[in-house]
């Protein structure tokens, strides 16, 4: 077995002909430069790029395919230079069982399942062409489609405030709205990690998934997961979330929860991370229109103790970009000396480092590596903040 780091949701911002996917995705945000991106500068072996439904984009592929610049490999999967490509989608459903709506992730095995899904997604999408479109099936029938095709059926963020499963999507159980045998893993977004979501009784028996949901070429890789397999394919892929045969999920990668834009409760009144009273108002300002922190999220729905025990570890990870110091010149610095973000990140000894960059900057990076810097929590859509080792 060889290890391969892993971010399964990356958006496409345009197509090579500058049509848009993903409305609020940079333009830079194409097929080829995630490629190169994800190849060359953040070290990831499998990317999976989740608007892949969209007919031009299916077109971009197979013409790379044609011109021998990408292969589809047998077992699953595109493959560019050191990079797999896992062709998914993300659709939001919001049917008659749903609270609000909930974003899910759905990957086929092939290129031609992926147009076969494409095809039958163009009658129950208005938009073929854009990402993150609304499928208008329920979700139980969603699943059961996914399913037909090979595919894999992943909940998308599950406690983001805005279109996720527990967000708003249902009031406590995933039961609500899925077949809760249909679901292969569930992604728990940039807000959680591993200890929180462990706490939600009726997840004990998913895998988690750590991924980036980048909406630009700098996003890619800020949260992935090393896997265990013997190649970089779906199949592989599908073994890993399963378990079987010595594949498996090996460690999470993820940002600390506090350094994501949803962790604490926020009042769109005062602006501030906030308590709510029993009635659910600010306990600043008397204000009702809050926007819910996931950690509130997951103390309504969640046990005092964990359910399983026996989980990958969830190693919080710190992008380079998060760094005080760490400003586009000096991440070009560092990846000319050093190559990837990967090995940055979890390789280069403090030494080596000290001879390229200020000792300041060197001990930020080893101090994200050993989780010792200090976070001050994000909400309301705000990142938090690294404020130092």
């Not at 194409?30 to 077109?59: R, W, Y």
Request: aromatic content about 8%.
């Amino acid at each position: 077995m060889n290890a391969f780091f892993a971010d399964l949701h990356i958006h496409i911002g345009r197509t090579n002909t500058g049509k848009p996917v993903k409305i609020t995705g940079a333009k830079s945000l194409t097929l080829e430069n995630i490629f190169i991106e994800a190849a060359e500068s953040k070290g990831m072996d499998i990317i999976g790029i989740i608007d892949c439904h969209v007919p031009e984009v299916i077109k971009e592929i197979e013409d790379g395919i044609r011109r021998r610049k990408y292969e589809e490999l047998m077992e699953g999967g595109v493959r560019y230079q050191n990079s797999t490509l896992i062709l998914g989608t993300e659709l939001e459903i919001f049917d008659e069982h749903c609270n609000g709506p909930i974003h899910v992730l759905c990957f086929m095995p092939t290129l031609e399942k992926m147009k076969e899904f494409s095809h039958w997604l163009s009658s129950h999408l208005k938009n073929i062409h854009l990402s993150s479109q609304r499928v208008y099936v329920e979700g139980k029938r969603l699943q059961h489609k996914v399913k037909s095709l090979g595919g894999l059926f992943i909940p998308a963020h599950i406690f983001t405030p805005f279109k996720s499963l527990y967000g708003k999507g249902v009031q406590r159980s995933l039961t609500e709205v899925f077949d809760q045998t249909l679901i292969d893993a569930v992604e728990l977004g940039l807000s959680s990690d591993t200890n929180m979501a462990s706490r939600i009784r009726e997840l004990a028996s998913y895998p988690f998934l750590t991924n980036s949901d980048a909406h630009s070429l700098p996003k890619i890789g800020r949260e992935y997961q090393k896997l265990l397999l013997k190649a970089p394919t779906f199949q592989e892929l599908v073994m890993a979330i399963k378990k079987e045969n010595g594949r498996k999920i090996e460690a999470n990668y993820g940002l600390n929860p506090k350094l994501g834009k949803y962790y604490e409760t926020f009042c769109e009144a005062c602006q501030k991370t906030v308590g709510l009273t029993d009635e659910g108002c600010c306990q600043i300002c008397g204000g009702v229109k809050i926007t819910k922190g996931v950690k509130q999220r997951v103390e309504e729905l969640g046990d005092k103790t964990k359910h399983v025990e026996k989980r990958p570890p969830y190693i919080h990870q710190v992008p380079l970009a998060f760094l005080p110091g760490i400003g586009p010149k000096t991440l070009k610095k560092l990846k000319h000396y050093f190559g990837t973000e990967m090995n940055i990140l979890h390789k280069v000894p403090y030494a080596d480092l000290v001879e390229v960059v200020p000792e300041k900057i060197a001990a930020s990076i080893i101090s994200a590596r050993e989780g010792t810097l200090y976070v001050q929590s994000g909400g309301g859509g705000k990142y938090g903040k690294v404020e130092g080792a």
